[in-house]
C-alpha cells in the first residue's frame, strides 16, 4: 500500500515570494491533516479537511497561508508572502476518518523542508 | 487545555542499555488516546503505538514497551538492549476529540544510541 506522498522535498525561498506544497494521502483515507515542525519542536497542526471540508483551521495564519482540497483527495498548502519565521517542515498526514470512534493513527508522509532566506 | 510534556530533550546510551522516555500529558477529557511516534533523521514520522484511556494495560512489542498509568497521566516507553538503528526522535501525543483528532506533540526526546 503507497503511503502518503509529499512534493517536493525541499523548497529555499526568499522572504516574500510564494510557495506552494503538494500532499497525496493514502487511498481511501477521509481526513487529511498539515503539520508545521519548527526545528526542535513537535509537529502543530495548520489545518484538518475531512474529505474536502475544514474541521479545524484555528492555528492557520490565514493572512498568508491558505490550503484547499477540492476533490477530497489531494491537497496543497500555499504561503503567500513568506516570512523567515516560516522555515520548517511541512508534514501531511491521514488518517481513515477522524470521525469513527476509534481514533486511528495519522500516517505520515516524508515532509517538505521550507527554508525562507 | 490539552498538554503533553517530554522532559528530557536529549539521551545518549551505549548499545544494549536499557532506556525508558517519559511522557506526561494533561486533558480534561475523559476520552482519549495517546500516541507514540518515532522520527529517523529521513523525516518521517514512523506510528509506534496507540493506546485509549480505557485500556491501561501495559504492552510489549519485542523491544518496546510501554507503561501507561492514569493516576500519574504519564506513558513511558522503553527499549530493552537498544540497538543503533534506534537512534531517533521520539514523540508523544494525545489526540484532542473535541477538535478533530488533530495530535498535540510534545518536544520530543532526541535518542542516541552509540555502539
Known amino acids: 500500500e503507497a503511503g502518503v506522498a509529499q512534493s517536493p522535498r525541499y523548497k529555499i525561498i526568499e522572504k516574500r515570494q510564494s510557495v506552494a506544497f503538494w500532499c497525496n494521502p493514502i487511498?481511501?483515507?477521509?481526513?487529511l491533516y498539515w503539520y508545521q515542525q519548527i526545528l526542535g519542536q513537535g509537529p502543530k497542526l495548520l489545518i484538518q479537511?475531512?474529505?474536502?471540508?475544514?474541521?479545524?483551521d484555528s492555528q492557520l495564519p490565514k493572512d498568508r497561508f491558505s490550503a484547499e482540497r477540492l476533490k477530497g483527495v489531494d491537497s496543497t498548502l500555499k504561503i503567500q508572502p513568506a516570512k523567515l519565521e516560516d522555515s520548517a517542515v511541512y508534514l501531511c498526514?491521514?488518517?481513515?476518518?477522524?470521525?469513527?470512534?476509534?481514533?486511528?493513527?495519522?500516517?505520515f508522509g516524508p515532509g517538505t523542508r521550507l527554508t525562507v532566506l | 487545555a490539552q498538554k503533553v510534556t517530554q522532559a528530557q530533550t536529549e539521551i545518549s546510551v551505549v548499545e544494549k542499555e536499557d532506556v525508558t522516555l517519559d511522557c506526561v500529558y494533561e486533558t480534561r477529557d475523559t476520552t482519549y488516546y495517546l500516541f507514540w511516534y518515532k522520527q529517523p533523521p529521513s523525516g518521517e514520522l514512523v506510528f509506534l503505538i496507540r493506546?485509549?484511556?480505557?485500556?491501561?494495560q501495559n504492552e510489549i512489542s519485542g523491544r518496546y514497551s510501554w507503561n501507561f498509568q492514569k493516576s500519574t497521566s504519564s506513558f513511558n516507553f522503553t527499549i530493552t538492549a537498544s540497538q543503533v538503528v534506534d537512534s531517533a526522535v521520539y514523540f508523544c501525543?494525545?489526540?484532542?476529540?473535541?477538535?478533530?483528532?488533530?495530535?498535540?506533540f510534545g518536544q520530543g526526546t532526541e535518542l542516541s544510541v552509540k555502539p
Open positions: 501525543a494525545l489526540s484532542d476529540r473535541s477538535r478533530g483528532g488533530k495530535l498535540i
Open positions: 493506546r485509549n484511556s480505557f485500556d491501561e
Open positions: 479537511f475531512q474529505n474536502n471540508g475544514v474541521v479545524d
Open positions: 498526514a491521514s488518517s481513515l476518518d477522524w470521525g469513527l470512534a476509534t481514533q486511528n493513527e495519522q500516517f
Open positions: 487511498s481511501g483515507h477521509a481526513t
